[in-house]
């Protein structure tokens, strides 16, 4: 079946524009999650959805980020007035089940390259 | 906060060599630990997923150990073929009891695999 998939692929803006990276799930999976991978760091986990509510934010790096998920689906995340710091590689995942139950097993998407010049 | 750390950041060995990577974390309070793949300019893939209360995972010539009360875990890797060269990343999920998160990952151990 079909697996997680992300767009655009590759996006370039300037600084201060908005952004929007979207996210379509497996179908089925309850779950679905952001990350962010910079050169040079490890992948920094940003947002989680179960459903269309996001019971943990705490990774969102400032008020600039926010995401949001409609109809238990497609996920959007989108980066107000961009800086250079937000280049980076953001990935997404979803999973059957929340966190911590039988069927957590997260299943990443390619990922949109997000440069900012 | 957790933070998980993998050894060697990188390692190339000849094809047919056996290896270990490493990979250890702060907090022993975890829910499972997980072990993936990264090809350039792709996702990443699940390897082998370890639920706390397990010793190891096996798939094919993959095997993954864990001690949780160490903070450690291995991937283990038999009879390296050239198609193994990637990027392995490490990740853990805290033990959260009810709220959730997302997993915590290490920087990866970039590996190639010599012909």
């Known amino acids: 079946g079909a697996g997680v998939s992300q767009s655009p692929s590759n996006k370039v803006t300037e600084k201060g524009k908005d952004v929007e990276l979207r996210c379509d799930p497996i179908s089925g999976h309850t779950a679905l999650y952001w990350y962010r991978q910079s050169l040079g760091q490890g992948l920094e986990f940003l947002i989680y959805?179960?459903?269309?509510?996001?019971?943990?934010k705490s990774g969102l790096p400032s008020d600039r980020f926010s995401a949001e998920r409609t109809g238990g689906s497609v996920s959007t995340l989108t980066i107000q007035r961009t800086q250079q710091e937000d280049s980076a590689v953001y990935l997404c995942?979803?999973?059957?089940?929340?966190?911590?139950?039988?069927?957590?097993?997260?299943?990443f998407g390619p990922g949109t390259r997000l440069t900012v010049l | 906060k957790q933070e998980v750390t993998q050894i060697p950041a990188a390692l190339s060995v000849p094809e047919g060599e056996n290896l270990v990577l490493n990979c250890s974390f702060t907090?022993?309070?975890?829910?499972?630990l997980q072990w993936f793949r990264q090809d350039p300019g792709k996702g990443l893939t699940s390897l082998l997923l370890?639920?706390?209360?397990?010793r190891e995972q096996t798939s094919g010539r993959l095997n993954a150990s864990l001690d949780k009360s160490s903070g450690r875990s291995t991937l283990y890797i038999a009879a390296s073929q050239p198609g193994d060269s990637a990027t392995y990343l490490c990740a853990v999920r805290r033990y959260s009891g009810g709220g959730a998160d997302g997993l915590t990952f290490g920087k990866g151990t970039h590996l190639i695999i010599q012909p």
């Open positions: 959805f179960q459903g269309n509510s996001a019971p943990d």
């Open positions: 995942a979803s999973s059957l089940a929340p966190p911590g139950q039988w069927g957590d097993t997260q299943y």
């Open positions: 907090d022993s309070a975890i829910y499972n």
């Open positions: 370890i639920q706390s209360s397990q």
